[in-house]
């Protein structure tokens, strides 16, 4: 079962405009928690706990096309952007949210672990894959062994703001060789991540057209 849940309350759709330069390629991505009616900004290392939910809000420096995908702490792998038949175009310089509706939400749900949601911008659409079956894949992560630490755990060596639980293992990193499935195309440029309390931002370590990857791993028990 997947942990990741939609929550769609109403829907929107992302604009588009002109590329810009992708040496100049700068992404940042905030992950916020729904507080009541309200929500806030919180750190990429919290541990959550199932029924909480979670959105992301990403701006990009350059404009370009968006796909993201999840491989679930049980192992599934699932799409969560673009819905089908929807729009994945950024416009630099604008703050998108992942799920892209306004007032929706990714809910947490068992089993306990670690989600690993897979961000990937591209200057051009990707081809679509899997045509012919129940959905269509862009990025496919290749299936991986499980964690030796299943469990997030709260870390003490780490600043816990506002009494946070958090976990080292958690947040945005590079995507290691070899963990995903396709043409060259697909291979991750190097990467540079600077992971603040609040804010995470991703730069190519080089200028160049291949796709940006990272990967977001969420906490939760």
């Known amino acids: 079962m997947r942990s990741l849940w939609l929550v ?6 992302l604009s588009c405009c002109a590329q810009q330069p992708a040496q100049d390629l700068q ?46 702490a049980s192992g599934k792998y699932s799409e969560l952007f673009p819905a089908k038949g929807a729009d994945n175009r950024l416009e630099h310089s604008k703050d998108y ?58 870390d003490d060596a780490l600043f816990r703001a506002r009494g946070e639980c958090l976990d080292a293992n958690a947040g945005p990193s590079a995507v290691p060789a070899g963990t995903l499935a396709g043409s060259d195309a697909l291979t991750p440029r190097d990467v540079s991540i600077v992971q603040g309390q609040d804010v995470s931002v991703v730069t190519p370590a080089a200028p160049g057209d291949s796709p940006i990857i990272y990967e977001f791993r969420i906490a939760h028990r």
């Open 8 to 13: 769609v309350i109403t829907g929107a759709v």
């Open 27 to 72: 992404m940042q991505i905030v992950l916020e928690q729904q507080t009541g009616s309200a929500f806030r900004v919180i750190s990429p290392q919290h541990v959550f706990k199932t029924g909480d939910m979670i959105r992301f809000r990403v701006r990009s420096s350059s404009d370009g096309f968006l796909y993201v995908s999840d491989r679930a």
């Open 97 to 154: 949210r992942i799920p892209a509706a306004s007032r929706s939400w990714f809910r947490i749900e068992k089993p306990a672990g670690y989600e690993t949601i897979f961000f990937t911008f591209t200057s051009s659409p990707l081809p679509r894959r899997n045509e012919a079956g129940p959905t269509t894949t862009y990025v496919t992560p290749l299936p991986q062994a499980p964690p030796a630490e299943l469990i997030p755990r709260c």
